[in-house]
């Protein structure tokens, strides 16, 4: 079993190393910065990055929204004074 994967892993060893170069890496990779792929590519990081945003600022404005509830809730409610202390008797 060994003996076959040691074969194997050479056969895939020497497949990589016959192939030419521009198989092993994209058009954005390899320096066609110009190209369909690359422009897709950038594409597809700004949506992402514009999802990502999006929910980082609905769940800022949910927390901001907590804040000023709890803050109006905490503005209508009368202030219980404390009751005034009793001095001790001697």
Known sequence: MKKIK??????????????????????????????????????????????VGTVLVGAASFFVFLSRKAAASAQAEPKEKSPAPTPPNP
């Not at 074969?7 to 170069?21: G, Q």
């Not at 597809?44 to 514009?50: D, P, Q, T, V």
């Open 6 to 51: 040691t074969w194997f892993w050479a056969l895939v060893s020497l497949a990589l190393l016959a192939s030419p170069t521009s198989l092993l890496a994209c058009a954005a990779c390899f320096g066609r910065s110009d190209s369909n792929m690359a422009r897709s590519l950038n594409a597809g990081i700004f949506s992402l990055m514009a999802v």
